[in-house]
T-cell receptor, first 115, second 117 residues
Framework: GAGVSQSPRYKVAKRGQDVALRCDPI?????LFWYQQALGQGPEFLTY????????KSGLPSDRFFAERPEGSVSTLKIQRTQQEDSAVYLC?????????????FGPGTRLTVT | AQKVTQAQTEISVVEKEDVTLDCVYE???????LFWYKQPPSGELVFLIR??????QNEISGRYSWNFQKSTSSFNFTITASQVVDSAVYFC??????????????FGTGTRLKVLA
């Protein structure tokens, strides 16, 4: 069955470049989450969508980070003017219910390296 | 504030040994959910279990078992008769969705389990 997919799996960016990371959630899942996982750490919440509405972006570390989900399915996380501290694995997760706490299904992540 | 602590950074065991991974959480909410995920070398987080704050029954699934104790704010995970394929990083997570309305997870720092043949 189709799980959460993310692309690209690996991205190397020069400092100052803009990057766009894509997430395809499980079909029919209305909730979508982005997390950032630094090396040796647990994932940290970035932002949350319910359908196309971004309901929580409290975890975005700076205004260089921007996420969208215009049609309520595919989501893109964009990082402008990348910095070395942005190097991490970016994980996308989706969940079916519109409310309530249920398990999230994670994609394989995009490993971003900023040089 | 909510917090999840996994004090064991890395554990090594020999195959067939039992191993327990500890998880201690902090929350002000009376309604919350706890999760365990496995992250193998491939990197994808794999869901193992969800437990709500009103259900303190222990659960067993094959070689896996979970012990939830609200009195000590702990949600520990035991693997019986460990196998090499159990080698991974294991994360405990907390969600206070009913308060925040976001249903986001707060993760611990993970425990790396190495099972030696």
């Amino acid at each position: 069955g189709a799980g959460v997919s993310q692309s690209p799996r690996y991205k190397v960016a020069k400092r100052g470049q803009d990057v766009a990371l894509r997430c395809d959630p499980i079909s029919g899942h209305v909730s979508l989450f982005w997390y950032q996982q630094a090396l040796g750490q647990g994932p940290e919440f970035l932002t949350y969508f319910q359908n196309e509405a971004q309901l929580d972006k409290s975890g975005l570390p700076s205004d260089r980070f921007f996420a969208e989900r215009p049609e309520g399915s595919v989501s893109t996380l964009k990082i402008q003017r990348t910095q070395q501290e942005d190097s991490a694995v970016y994980l996308c997760a989706s969940s079916f219910p519109t409310s309530g706490v249920y398990e999230q299904y994670f994609g394989p992540g995009t490993r971003l390296t900023v040089t | 504030a909510q917090k999840v602590t996994q004090a064991q950074t890395e554990i090594s065991v020999v195959e067939k040994e039992d191993v327990t991974l500890d998880c201690v959480y902090e929350t002000r909410d009376t309604t919350y959910y706890l999760f365990w995920y496995k992250q193998p070398p491939s990197g994808e987080l794999v869901f193992l279990i969800r437990r709500n704050s009103f259900d303190e029954q222990n659960e067993i699934s094959g070689r896996y078992s979970w012990n939830f104790q609200k009195s000590t704010s702990s949600f520990n995970f035991t693997i019986t008769a460990s196998q090499v394929v159990d080698s991974a990083v294991y994360f405990c997570a907390l969600s206070e969705g009913y308060t925040s309305g976001t249903y986001k997870y707060i993760f611990g720092t993970g425990t790396r389990l190495k099972v030696l043949a």
